[in-house]
Structure formats: C-alpha cells, structure tokens
C-alpha cells in the first residue's frame, strides 16, 4: 500500500517556507524522502528510522511520528534549487525491507 | 564509479514482444528492485530482492518476471509486451538493513505501441 503524501502540489516563491507530509496505514520501521527533478532519477534526501527522530540536512529537515505513522518533510527559506517533486518512501514493520513510495508532492519555487 | 547502470536508455516495443530490461550495479549491494513511473502514480514497486537467489513481489509484479543470478545483475524481463506498460522504470540498489539510502539508476523509457 502506497503511503499518502500532501498536498499533491505546492507553489513557492523564493525564501518562502513549505511542509509536506507523508502518512501510512501501517506500522513503519523506517521513512525514506527524494527529490526528482524532470527527466533524472529520484536522488537521496534523508532517512528516518522508527525512535521520532528529526533529522536536517542544510534548511532542509524532517520528522518522524512512529505513533501516527506520519512523517513530514520541511523546508525553510526555499531555494530555487528545491523545485522537484518530492517522494517520500516507506518501509513496514514486519520484517520486508521493501520500500514503497507516495504519489509525490510537486514543488515549484518562482523567483 | 558507475553506480547503477540501466540499459537501454529508451526502447520501443510492439505490442506482444518481449525484452529484458538490464540493471547492474557495482557497490555490492544485496537489495535490487524495479520501480515503475507514471505520471500521477508516483514510484511503484515492481519486484525487488534481498540478495542472490531470492526475489519477491512488490505492488506491480504482473506482466514482468525478474531473476537475480548474481549480486550484481538484477534483470526485469517482460514476457509479451502491452500498451499499459509503456513507462520509466528504474532500478536502483542500497546495501543491507533498512537505514541505507535507495541508489538510482538512470531509467529507461520504454514505449510499447
């Protein structure tokens, strides 16, 4: 089962702020978060393991709620660089390591 | 270093011919899978596997077969092409345990007519 992310789309302007979430009916071990930009392969961003844990990576950062199964990605002071769509992946407990993706949140930045 | 390397970069196929999707990878990673793209549809999960000699579902398994033979090599084979598997699909690999980041391959662009 896919997990659900939102919103499905989000349009910034530069040096503004954007949440995207990403929630699963099932018990996660593990959150995983891509960025794709057109015509390339998804490339890393973060992973976050079950323990709530946040993690940051520049003004990029995220979070992981294990109780609710959510996890959230945030970015702060947007760069024209972070236009993308992002995809966020999980992994079930349970004992498959396969990961599974969202639809994607598509991120545009204007000047 | 290569990564992961998907050939070929584009194809096209009639309806009901068959192709193997090549995918190789130089890390001496255990997990390999398949991922399909379609707009709107995200990334889904063909087949993947935990290491050389077993392979397991994912969300989209019909109409591929895959094999894993080696560590390295994890080809996706489509048996009789159709219409509806006109796609990207992309492989990519990570090492073992599930804090280990996903490396993509390039895709493949595959249109079956």
């Known amino acids: 089962q896919q997990p659900v992310q939102s919103p499905q789309a989000v349009i910034l302007r530069e040096g503004e702020d954007a949440v995207i979430n990403c929630s699963s009916s099932k018990a996660l071990y593990s959150v995983h978060w891509y960025r794709q930009k057109h015509g390339e392969a998804p490339v890393f961003l973060m992973i976050l393991l079950k323990g709530g844990e946040q993690k940051g990576h520049d003004k990029i950062s995220a979070s992981f709620n294990e109780k609710k199964q959510q996890s959230s990605l945030y970015l702060t002071a947007s760069q024209l660089s972070y236009s993308g769509t992002y995809f966020c992946?999980?992994?079930?407990?349970?004992?498959?390591?396969?990961?599974?993706f969202g639809k994607g949140t598509k991120l545009t930045v204007n000047p | 270093n290569a990564g992961v390397t998907q050939t070929p970069k584009f194809q096209v196929l009639k309806t009901g011919q068959s192709m193997t999707l090549q995918c190789a990878q130089d890390?001496?990673?255990?997990?390999m899978s398949w991922y399909r793209q379609d707009p709107g549809m995200g990334l889904r999960l063909i087949h993947y596997s935990v290491g050389a000699g077993i392979t397991d579902q994912g969300e989209v398994p019909n109409g591929y077969n895959v094999s894993r033979s080696t560590t390295e090599d994890f080809p996706l084979r489509l048996l009789s092409a159709a219409p509806s598997q006109t796609s990207v699909y992309f492989c990519?690999?990570?090492?073992?345990?599930?804090?280990?980041?996903?490396?993509f391959g390039n895709g493949t662009r595959l249109t079956v007519t």
């Open positions: 992946g999980t992994v079930s407990q349970g004992g498959s390591e396969k990961l599974v």
């Open positions: 890390m001496n990673h255990e997990y």
């Open positions: 990519a690999s990570s090492s073992p345990g599930q804090g280990s980041p996903l490396h």
